[in-house]
């Protein structure tokens, strides 16, 4: 979206990468976005100030303790 940064997704999961253009294709922003299949702290991201959001994987959220 121009006067905006861009819109990076990434994953370390290759299928999540391709399920995520494949639905971006579907939503007709598939050219607005730069997908990458990389460790989150690997994506390469601009110098200037953005937003970032992350959906870290499940253990991660709540930790490694038994959820009941």
Do not use: H, K, Q, W
Not at 2 to 30: H, K, T, Y
Not at 48 to 64: F, H, S
């Amino acid at each position: 979206v121009e006067g905006l940064g861009p819109i990076i997704a990434s994953d370390i999961d290759a299928g999540a990468v391709a399920a995520a253009r494949e639905n971006a294709r579907g939503a007709g922003v598939e050219e607005l976005i730069r997908f990458e299949t990389c460790d989150v702290a690997e994506t390469t991201v601009p110098e200037a100030p953005g937003t970032l959001i992350v959906n870290p994987g499940y253990g991660a959220r709540l930790g490694d303790e038994e959820v009941r």
